[in-house]
């Protein structure tokens, strides 16, 4: 087991390293708006490169390739000790932060949850409202992608680490030939959309920083805000659809766009069946619960209704967490079916949690399917989804998934409602941590931050986070007894 773990530690030395220029930015903005964090970020990026220098320094002379299962430990080591590294500032710049809660924080960013335990938003430093959603914005399409496209070094045995970091159950098709290749281009495509944003944003009306975090915030499909009431803050139908587009956009296969972009055609989008699904679902859902609020007379006309039901509710279903009111207040029904899209409406290979499009897709055609060989046994019918065969394997691979997060799900409620929470509160907690959302109804939802919650609940909530960030197997794998076998 101890030399498992000594073989991941170089690359994950290299990592930290890596880690360390993350807090360039964060010293910049303490040097720009004198807010005295400037001290707490420059200890924390010192002591992260120490670490890693000392890790990768003295664990060379087991440096070998990555196996199969190295890459499970290597990624799950990687997001527990950047959470840990990313606490550090957190709580040197904010004192009186425990760490349990500067971990809760730092790990809802680096899973791009969003949750927060943290008031008072508007008067944080700047350096430390930049640094909660650039662990956002590097957490969005992986830090260990992010490690891959910019240190070659960590090249040896990529693969491995890319099919335990991908999420999805088809991850073997790569859009370039070399893996380095791959995550550059992946990055490239999420680097120009956040620019792209940050720019509208600043068009809409927001300030320079403002536009930054929250176009962090809005690729990563992140909640973090730069203000306690959010997006509401701002009260601007122009800054609500600009974020619409790019949340729909991160909710969409990054190999799409970068498909769409390279083949310079959008009928990419219209061919790709879980995006087709993903924005007809959305659609849908915003013009029926629109209409449903509006018959309910919570709003006095279907476009006031239709505008605060479309940020809102986009929002929640692609796990973003930004908020323009507190949703909470609205009949359970339309709140609770946001939760439920939350679970499943996401894409796979986007900045989403949640069980992903394309794995209920295959549950509905294999449902289905089924259901046909009940009436024709004799009847020989493949499994498509989008005109491509999905093999038994795969088809196995999502219903063990499913099941397993469903398992999940049940166990962590009742350790939360077992700790003295009561029951709205702890399976929303669960569902909004493990789908990498922001809030969840009750005593967590969009009016509240998790500051209430006990110290066990906390640490309940961040190992759902963490979970649901690495898609469960990840996690799993290596507490499983069978993984440290030689």
């Not at 992260?48 to 390739?65: K, M, N, S, V």
Request: charged residues 10%.
């Amino acid at each position: 087991m101890f030399k498992d773990i000594l073989y991941v530690a170089n690359p994950l030395g290299l990592l930290l390293m890596a880690f360390g220029a993350a807090y360039l930015a964060p010293i910049g903005a303490a040097l720009i708006y004198g807010d005295g964090a400037l001290r707490a970020f420059t200890l924390a990026g010192a002591a992260d490169l120490i670490a890693g220098l000392a890790l990768w320094h003295f664990t060379r002379p087991y440096a070998r390739d990555l196996k199969s299962r190295d890459g499970y430990l290597l990624v799950a080591l990687a997001w527990v000790l950047t959470a840990a590294s990313a606490s550090l500032p957190l709580m040197l710049a904010l004192p009186g932060l425990s760490f349990t809660h500067a971990y809760f924080e730092a790990m809802s960013g680096v899973t791009t949850s969003g949750a927060t335990v943290l008031s008072g938003l508007d008067n944080l430093p700047h350096a430390v409202n930049l640094w909660r959603h650039e662990l956002c914005w590097l957490g969005g399409l992986g830090i260990i992608t992010l490690g891959m496209a910019v240190l070659p070094l960590l090249g040896i045995g990529g693969m491995q680490v890319y099919r335990a970091e991908s999420t999805g159950p088809i991850k073997d098709s790569r859009l370039t030939p070399r893996f380095v290749q791959t995550a550059r281009s992946l990055w490239l495509i999420y680097i120009v959309l956040t620019a792209a944003c940050m720019l509208l944003l600043r068009l809409a009306g927001m300030n320079w920083f403002d536009a930054v975090c929250h176009a962090f915030s809005a690729l990563s499909l992140s909640g973090f805000s730069t203000h306690d009431a959010s997006i509401g803050y701002f009260n601007s139908p122009l800054i609500e659809c600009v974020l619409i587009v790019f949340m729909l956009l991160a909710g969409i296969n990054f190999a799409t766009h970068y498909t769409a972009w390279r083949g310079k055609s959008l009928k990419i989008y219209r061919r790709d069946v879980e995006a087709r699904t993903f924005l007809l679902v959305l659609l849908g859902s915003c013009l029926l619960v629109a209409y449903y609020l509006w018959s309910r007379e919570v709003y006095a006309s279907y476009w006031s209704a239709l505008r605060n039901v479309s940020f809102n509710l986009v929002s929640v279903v692609t796990n973003c967490g930004l908020v323009s009111l507190d949703y909470a207040r609205w009949p359970l029904f339309a709140c609770l079916w946001m939760l439920l899209l939350s679970c499943v409406t996401a894409s796979a290979g986007s900045t989403g949690g949640g069980i992903k499009m394309i794995r209920t897709l295959i549950l509905f055609k294999q449902s289905a399917r089924e259901l046909f060989s009940l009436v024709h046994p004799t009847a020989v019918h493949t499994l498509k989804v989008g005109g491509q065969v999905i093999s038994e394997r795969n088809a196995l691979s999502v219903f063990s998934f499913v099941h397993i997060y469903t398992i999940t799900v049940i166990v962590l409620s009742m350790l939360l409602i077992l700790s003295g929470m009561d029951f709205l509160t702890a399976f929303s907690a669960v569902v909004a941590m493990i789908n990498n959302g922001a809030h969840g109804l009750g005593a967590v939802g969009p009016s509240h931050t998790f500051a209430g919650l006990g110290e066990f609940q906390i640490w309940v909530c961040t190992f759902a986070m963490l979970a649901g960030r690495l898609e469960l197997f990840v996690i799993l794998v290596p507490l499983t007894p069978a993984f440290w076998r030689e």
